[in-house]
Nanobody, 120 residues
Framework: QVQVVESGGGLVQAGASLSLSCSVS????????IGWYRQAPGKKREVVAT???????YVPDSLEGRFTISRDSAKNLVSLQMNSLKPEDTAVYYC??????????????WGQGTQVTVSS
């Protein structure tokens, strides 16, 4: 059974740092990409950072310099380091793992999310 489990959320003050972790387990299919997404109340879910199996990373320009994603492939563990947090970073943060299965079919699995609240 596939599991994608996030941890590390919480309440912090503006300017603080926070690290989120995502653990992926239970699938025999290779993982292609693991990514972090967030959704604030009343807003669409948006990508925060992604990292491929080869270690290529993507962080949107709006978050570049504050958010960093890294991966321990041996443990299928991905971390999101968030620095200089702002109240607008408040959201539920989700981890998504994308897999490649038989015949090259791709499928994904989402975690339940972890709340990050940044107070001003």
């Amino acid at each position: 059974q596939v599991q994608v489990v996030e941890s590390g959320g919480g309440l912090v003050q503006a300017g603080a740092s926070l690290s989120l972790s995502c653990s992926v387990s239970g699938s025999t299919d290779p993982i292609t990409v693991i990514g972090w997404y967030r959704q604030a109340p009343g807003k669409k879910r948006e990508v925060v950072a992604t990292i491929s199996g080869r270690g290529s990373t993507y962080v949107p320009d709006s978050l570049e310099g504050r958010f960093t994603i890294s991966r321990d492939s041996a443990k299928n563990l991905v971390s999101l380091q968030m620095n200089s947090l702002k109240p607008e970073d408040t959201a539920v943060y989700y981890c998504r793992a994308e897999f490649i299965g038989g015949m090259g079919a791709r499928w994904d699995y989402w975690g339940q999310g972890t709340q990050v609240t940044v107070s001003s």
